[in-house]
């Protein structure tokens, strides 16, 4: 077969052109380069949210794994590490090895700085900024008198012009903000900034300078608890938690009093009335919250309803009983595309692609360019790829726009395409659905009092279909979304063939397909 011989041909290239940059890469850009051939990053892209974190985090963490890692003799090659990862495996134990796992698109993610390297979130929570815990002190001994610590004449970043001890406590700290850096970068829309002052019974802490830092930086709220704080006045020294008197915004008489008073209530208590609040606080289950019902509806993706709305069959080999997909370039080319407009719209520069022959199909630069060159290119989004999840009685929506342009009263919501201009026809209940979830405050903000749902074609230059959006719009936009869910919870999976069984994946082993196309092509 040509096609079968071209591939093993491609296959056969790209291992030759690895084997040649191995000699020359470390062993992370090596796993880096091998991950952009293999094009692993677009897969991982193409999951859920939930699965996408899942990846993407392991992959980085694998990424650190790799640089890290040095053999106890001989350089660090790919062939070594592998061998060092099967030892990890037989010996069923390494941390190193342990996956993480997001729960689901609810979760909260709970990281270490250095975990959460390369991902992003909405909104971020640091805690613990006070003085000494992050940025931490330094710990280090001095090199001169520690035996442990490193010698200065071994360490290439030495500065001769300082002393050891100093040295040590600069390079500690540089660390530290480097880390202090990654961490408020995390977020992309909100950071909150927390900190305590009693860690210990010992004394109250300072805000640690990156607190102070974020509390000084324009555009932050601040809230602190009532009452004075330690610190204020004379100074933290002043104030120790064995004070009668400290402050406490959930005890205002103190907490010993408030302590003195539970004990003995508890004490009045009759043994048997004690053991029945002991079992009652150990052993009895509280009620399930009320939303947890939602659990068990229908989870259905953008991607879902258009793809049920083109052929409920397509739907079920995709999301219910899934089969393999082939790889499809002009997917891939899209997926760049979308990339590259995102990035336009934070404001960030993409960096620079290699050309390899998953990216041969430069298509996409003059697409780009269609869109710098038109209405939105000019424009700042109040939005960019907001993620948002629409309830109804049969179950819940969930999908991520491209931009939402406008103001307080006026917004347009845009799905861009990749392709040609033409009548929408099943991809409507994307508009549908971005618009649904726009009216209910789903994405974050109250809808505004006019709104548009546009699809941008950047196909040929730049063009647009567009759709005002009224209440009799929503109510049929309601209706036809809820009669696609009702389908499917209805396991309605009939085959529906149209001029879209000739792109389709499943066509192989898809009789009313094949019908179809056997009867177009005649």
């Known amino acids: 077969d040509p096609e079968i011989d071209r591939r093993l041909r491609q296959f056969w290239g790209e291992y030759r052109t690895l084997l040649v940059v191995a000699q020359g890469l470390t062993l992370g850009d090596l796993c880096r380069r091998i991950l952009d051939t293999t094009s692993a990053w677009i897969e991982i892209e193409s999951l859920n949210d939930a699965a996408r974190l899942s990846a993407r985090l392991n992959v980085y963490r694998f990424l650190d794994l790799a640089e890290a890692w040095s053999p106890l003799e001989g350089r660090p090659s790919l062939a070594a590490f592998l061998d060092y990862l099967d ?21 909260v993610a709970l990281l270490t700085v250095h975990r959460a390297k390369g991902l992003e979130w909405e909104v971020v929570v640091l805690p613990a900024l006070a003085s000494g815990i992050f940025p931490a002190q330094s710990r280090g001994g001095n090199p001169e008198t ?25 390079r500690h700290d540089v660390q530290e903000w480097r880390t202090a ?26 805000p640690s300078d990156l607190f102070d830092m974020v509390r000084a930086s324009p555009g932050v709220l601040e ?16 104030l120790t938690i064995n004070s009668e008197s400290a402050p406490d915004p959930d005890f205002p008489d103190g907490w010993r009093d408030r302590l003195t008073t539970r004990l003995e209530s508890e004490t009045r208590m009759e043994p048997n009335e004690q053991f029945a609040r002991q079992q009652a606080v150990l052993f009895d289950i509280p009620a399930p919250l009320a939303d947890a019902a939602d659990d068990d509806k229908l989870t259905i993706s953008v991607t879902g309803l ?4 083109t052929c409920p069959l397509r739907y079920f080999w995709s999301e219910v009983d899934r089969l393999p997909r082939r790889p499809n370039r002009r997917a891939r080319a899209g997926t760049r ?26 298509s996409h630069v003059g697409r780009f360019s269609s869109f710098l060159e038109s209405r939105l290119g000019s424009l700042k989004p109040l939005l960019v790829e907001a993620p948002f999840l629409y309830r109804t009685d049969q179950g819940r929506v969930r999908g991520r726009i491209d931009a939402v342009y406008g103001d307080e009263d006026r917004w347009e919501i845009v799905d861009f395409k990749s392709g040609r201009k033409r009548i929408p026809g099943a991809e409507m209940l994307q508009l549908q659905a971005y618009a649904l979830a726009a009216s209910d405050n789903g994405l974050g903000r109250p809808a505004p009092g006019r709104m548009e749902v546009t699809f941008a074609y950047l196909g040929e230059g730049f063009d647009t279909h567009t759709e005002t959006v009224d209440e009799a719009w929503i109510d049929r936009a309601a209706g036809d979304v ?12 009939a085959a529906t063939p149209s001029d879209a069984c000739g792109s389709c994946d499943f066509l192989g082993v898809c009789e009313s397909g094949k019908a179809y196309v056997a009867a177009a092509d005649q």
């Open 337 to 362: 595309l979308h990339r590259r407009i995102e990035l336009h719209n934070l404001g960030k520069v993409p960096l620079s692609e290699e050309l390899t022959y998953d990216n041969l199909d430069t």
């Open 482 to 493: 809820a009669a696609i869910m009702t389908s499917i919870s209805n396991e309605e999976f």
């Open 87 to 107: 030892s990890l495996l037989d010996e069923s134990a390494a941390d190193e090895m342990e996956a993480a796992q997001v729960g689901n698109e609810d979760a």
């Open 223 to 238: 809230r602190r608890p009532p009452g004075p704080l330690p610190g204020d006045g004379d100074g933290p020294e002043s």
């Open 181 to 206: 850096y990654v961490a408020v970068t995390r977020a992309k829309q909100r950071l909150v900034a927390t900190g305590a002052y009693f860690y210990s019974f010992v004394r109250p802490k300072r």
């Open 306 to 309: 258009v793809t049920y709305a």
């Open 146 to 170: 520690s035996p442990a610590v490193l010698p200065l004449s071994m360490r290439p970043d030495h500065d001769h012009a300082m002393d050891a001890a100093s040295f040590v406590r600069f």
